[in-house]
């Protein structure tokens, strides 16, 4: 399918990606804590049939230059842009951080209709790296609303890695350690998806070693559906925290983290994902 780019309207650095004709599907798309724009897999969406906004959520201009006390107006901002453009239903799709994100929103934007959350969490966590005032120390929340820090589940920092110094880390046992320390902090921290009115779509892989992003999104699946929530959770026990949709690049291998699975586990789990992605966005 063709599609038109454009730089978006409004105080970010991103891309709109959409049909030619447009289209009454819109996706706001977020990268996780990497910080970039995830211009391709916008592209990748477009060629859907899906208008697809990549925005840059931390480290830009007039941004947190980490992921602290993130303002969820943010996207909530990126709806209205899809809204105003003729999306008739919005999703959210986010990775990680991004998909922390989603949920939020989600929960505080009536006009979300489906979150699709890759890798996700059920928690609120603490800030990842600095805030406007460049300290990342003592820490914070990720996320504002209302100009209100959220609630939120700090880290153990006398937690430290197996591997030997200089080694990629996984840090997933770093956040079980934290939940088990900041036991009394978890339910405020809670991301209350039974809440919210949108349809979700979540994908995690049980060998992540970012975070137990498989158990994480159990947890979620099964506080939506108590409430008479709409959930889709599609998972492979071999894949990581990168899943891979259809047409994406394999990921390349990070100097600092070890994020789990395999190449071929992370495409089979977004190859497996892919329909339910389509279609829980194209309603």
Known sequence: MDIVEQEPAGPWEGLLAAPVGGSESGVLVLAGSSGRVPRERARLLARQGIAALAIRWFGGSGQPPGICEVP??????????????????VGILGVSKGAEAALLTAVRDARVDVVVA???TPLVWCNVGPGRDGADRPYRSSWTWRERPLPFVPMDDSWTPAEPEGDPVAVRGWYERSERTFA????????????????????????????????FAER?????????????????????????????????????FRYGGTPEADALLGEAAWPHILDALRG
């Open 184 to 215: 009394g902090s978890l339910a405020a921290a809670g991301i209350p998806v039974e809440e919210t009115r949108a349809e979700l779509v979540l994908v995690a892989g049980g060998d992540d070693e970012m975070w137990p992003s498989l158990p």
């Open 118 to 120: 890759l890798s996700p």
């Open 220 to 256: 979620l699946a099964a506080r939506s559906r108590a409430a008479g929530g709409t959930v889709r959770l599609i998972a492979r026990d071999d894949a990581g925290h990168r899943p891979r949709l259809p047409g994406e690049p394999p990921s390349p291998p990070s100097p600092r």
């Open 72 to 89: 969820l107006e943010t996207f909530t901002a990126a709806v209205d842009l899809l809204r105003r453009g003729g999306a008739r239903r």
